[in-house]
């Protein structure tokens, strides 16, 4: 890619295959003079197999109107919450812990999830990482 003047950098948490012109989508391209279909299309073909997961998009938009995305999955916070079953992590995390403990199985599979997303290949790093998070919404986790 040439160097091309950046306009904005977006995020969004949109549903992967199900994106379209309504807001969130429509308003915040709109406003950049963007054709959404642009995005709309290649992202909804790209996530198609992640279909309802909510992922997270950067979008980088140039001077001309035209843009690059890249499709970051779910968020750490939200995998923990769909292996344990729970709708969200405590208020008071450091004095109200959540009754479910995070076990290492799950904390595996997690990890590996999302070591795509990451900079490192260490998955012992990304755990680390995943278990900050957990503890942060007040869920423990197996040792």
């Given amino acids: 890619m040439a160097n091309k003047a950046i306009r904005a950098n977006l995020?969004?948490?949109i549903r992967a295959g199900q994106a379209n012109p309504a807001p969130p989508v429509g308003s915040t391209?709109?406003?950049?003079?963007?054709?959404?279909?642009?995005?709309?299309?290649?992202?909804?073909?790209?996530t198609?197999?992640?279909?309802?997961?909510?992922?997270?998009?950067?979008?980088?938009?140039?001077?001309?109107?035209?843009?690059?995305?890249?499709?970051?999955?779910?968020p750490t916070d939200n995998r923990i919450r769909d292996a344990l079953?729970?709708?969200?992590?405590?208020?008071r995390p450091n004095s109200e812990k959540i009754a479910k403990k995070l076990s290492q199985a799950d904390l595996?599979?997690?990890?590996?999830?999302k070591a795509i997303d990451m900079n490192t290949d260490n998955i012992e790093s990304v755990?680390?990482?995943?278990?900050?998070?957990?503890?942060s919404m007040g869920v423990e986790v197996e040792s």
């Fill in 127 to 135: 755990k680390r990482m995943v278990a900050g998070t957990a503890r």
């Fill in 85 to 91: 079953k729970i709708d969200k992590g405590s208020g």
């Fill in 48 to 74: 198609k197999d992640l279909q309802g997961a909510e992922v997270t998009v950067h979008i980088v938009i140039y001077e001309d109107r035209t843009l690059d995305f890249r499709v970051v999955g779910s």
């Fill in 11 to 13: 995020k969004l948490k």
């Fill in 108 to 113: 595996t599979k997690i990890a590996e999830a």
């Fill in 29 to 46: 391209l709109g406003q950049y003079g963007v054709n959404m279909m642009d995005f709309i299309n290649p992202f909804n073909e790209q």
